[in-house]
Every structure is written in structure tokens, then in C-alpha cells.
């Protein structure tokens, strides 16, 4: 596994997708031009977090042998659930193709044919081919010298692969590089704006940003909590009828903005 990691801070700090704010060690937000420091509020996430982890216990994210496995079921999970996903792995594995090796030598044709379980599955077999051409072209096919990459740099690498999105790059640097980026998926939208912290349409660099600056460099927390606020999703806030009232969060209903 790559031990590349950024410094406590860094990654939040200076993110040039948050090119006008920084945090202070008083934790407040300058906000650059506009001449003047200023407290924003923030969610309790210690709190959400410890809530949660009662309730939920270690979730064990990401599913996957090797960091190679573990990016092949970032980019199939796009717009699909995971127990499709698990199907499409093991007609991967069946055929031997989980590997950097397999991905590149299979015909793209009978690679969509074994990705079809999980939806969309001919984008998907060419977001496959995309990202290992480009580990191979960039890194010469090493995941453990990709993740030496510092992580906004990297970051911004797999953003130009074709079909990898914010979400899906940070879940690869999260997940498989053990990088400290949070990972901000519809799940994630749903609970902060129902809680009245981001509006409706808050924009992805935002709430990455609202999380990551409560825990600089924090890579466990990252990859628990995100995977809680996942399995809360399941469970309690669904898309309609949210269960409120069986869920760990329910109590901080009324603390939002
Ligand atoms: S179900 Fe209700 S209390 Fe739970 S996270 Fe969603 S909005 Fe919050």
C-alpha cells in the first residue's frame, strides 16, 4: 500500500480549488481581498462522527485486495449500487483480468460484455481502459510511484482522465492512495443540506472543504466518515421519507444555520 502522505493541513490549506480561503490556527476563515477574518460557522463533525461510529461500528471501506482492485470498483460504482458492482468484479476476476495487466490486454468489447452487471457498462470498460492507459503513460504502470504524486497534484492528474469525476478521483486518492482528501457523494449532499449547513445545489469543493478543514490530514477519519454518512444514508436519510426519528443524527437536527 503507498505511504505517500501530505503533511497535517496541506491538503486543505491549499487547495487551488478554494483559491481564496485558508484557515487559521484559531480556526477561522480569511477570506483573501475581502480584508477582514471572520468565524464561519461549521457542523459538529466530531460529534456526527462519534454518533454515527456508536451506532454503526467500523465500516472497512473500501472493499478490495490491492489498491488496483480497489480503483477498478471507484470507476464501476459510478451511478450504480455496489452489490452490481460486486458482479462485474467477479466476472473480472473470473477471466483474471483484475489486474492493470488484464484491464490493458482485454479486448474493450468483452471487457464491456463482463461489466455489463454494473450499468453503463460500455463507458465504463472505456473509463477502465482510459485510466490504465494513463497509469501507464504517466507512471509506468506503478500505483505505488502514481501515489508518491503529491495529492492536489495528483488529484488534478486523474481529473483529466477521461470519465473520472471529483468523486471518483478523491475516492481513488481516499481509498486506494490513503490520501487525506473526504469524499463528497450525493449521500453526503443530502445529509449536510437537510441539516441547513449547504444549500441544495452546494457546489462538491464546498463540503469537500467544510470536512477536510475540521480534520487536516486526517485519513482514517476521512475514510470512516464517509463511509458512515453512506451507510446513514442507506439506513435513516433517504431521498424521501428520511427516518429522523431512529437516526444517531436526528438530535443535531436543530443546530444547522
Ligand atoms: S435521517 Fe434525518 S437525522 Fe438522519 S441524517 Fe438524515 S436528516 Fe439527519
Redesign the pocket.
Known sequence: MPKSREKAGFAAQRDPSTPDRITTSAGLVTIRGAGRTQPEPQPPLDQYFNSLFTALGPQHWWPGDTPFEVIVGTILTQNTSWTNVELALVNLRGEDLLTLDGIERVNQRHLANLLRPAGYFRQKARKLKAFVKFLRAEYAGSLRRMFKTPTLELREKLLGVWGVGPETADSILLYAGEQPVFVVDAYTK??FS??GWTGEKAKYEDIRWMVERQFPGNVRRFNELHAL?VN??KN???PKD???G????????EEGR
Open positions: 443530502r445529509l437537510r441539516h454518512i446513514a444514508g435513516w436519510c433517504r428520511p427516518k429522523c431512529e437516526c444517531p443524527l436526528g438530535r443535531y437536527l
